[in-house]
């Protein structure tokens, strides 16, 4: 049974201009695994997995109906590429399974976030 769902859009643009101007961003929004993950990167694709992290995760917690706030922040959910390079949750506050999708463009991220009780 569906839970929840959430869909966002990023500027790639907007996220490249914060990380040069606030490096600390980085660590705000990736888990240490995501962001030893992240510097494995460089150029476009480190602002298209930096873009994509922080809408994903803003797209989970639209799904859970809370925002990123008190009751789940950017640390509560990671996010990594399985083996084949699909983006799955690891780790959540939800107690169920959280389906995730990430597709960029040049210009923007979207991503969608389902929420389903197990």
Do not use: C
């Amino acid at each position: 049974m569906i839970y929840g769902t959430g869909i966002d859009i990023t500027d790639l643009a907007r996220v490249k201009a914060v990380v040069a101007k606030q490096p600390q961003f980085l660590q705000r929004v990736l888990t240490p695994d995501e962001l030893t993950d992240y510097r494995q990167l460089s150029g476009a694709r480190a602002v298209e997995f930096i873009a994509g992290r922080w809408s994903a995760k803003e797209s989970y917690s639209k799904a859970m109906g809370t925002g990123i706030g008190r009751a789940v922040g950017f640390q509560d959910i990671e996010i990594r590429d399985n083996a084949a390079g699909q983006p799955v949750v690891l780790r959540q506050p939800f107690a169920g399974i959280a389906h995730v999708s990430i597709s960029h463009t040049d210009t923007v991220v979207m991503t969608q976030v389902i929420l389903e009780r197990g």
